[in-house]
Nanobody
Framework: QVQLVESGGGLVQPGGSLRLSCAAS????????MGWFRQAPGNEREFVAT????????YYADSVKGRFTMSRDNALNTVYLQMNSLKPEDTAVYYC?????????????????WGQGTEVTVSS
């Protein structure tokens, strides 16, 4: 079992930045691929970013590519999502997810473990 707790959400103006964190506890963190997803009101949960077990490979949704950066620190059992140049359409609840495996995954159905989410609001 893996427990995930997100933090770092909040209200930010368009063009601003936020860094989300996801702290993991439980089984060996380094053998899990990690992902970030988001869900805006009335929308389905959508893929944002994913990272493989050692942090050397990442993949991003086209909507965030070049603005968001995902990273991980296995010594701290934590993954991060640095979000820059934020837009109102980035407003959503952001979820951290984990799945056992060395590669990364882009589909929500591939992840077995989820955090409770942290809310991000981009508004002036």
């Amino acid at each position: 079992q893996v427990q995930l707790v997100e933090s770092g959400g909040g209200l930010v103006q368009p063009g601003g930045s936020l860094r989300l964190s996801c702290a993991a506890s439980g089984r060996t963190f380094s053998i899990y691929a990690m992902g970030w997803f988001r869900q805006a009101p009335g929308n389905e949960r959508e893929f944002v970013a994913t990272i493989n077990w050692n942090g050397r490979s990442t993949y991003y949704a086209d909507s965030v590519k070049g603005r968001f950066t995902m990273s991980r620190d296995n010594a701290l059992n934590t993954v991060y999502l640095q979000m820059n140049s934020l837009k109102p359409e980035d407003t959503a609840v952001y979820y951290c997810a984990a799945q056992y495996g060395s590669s990364w995954f882009t589909s929500a159905s591939e992840y077995n473990y989820w955090g409770q989410g942290t809310e991000v609001t981009v508004s002036s």
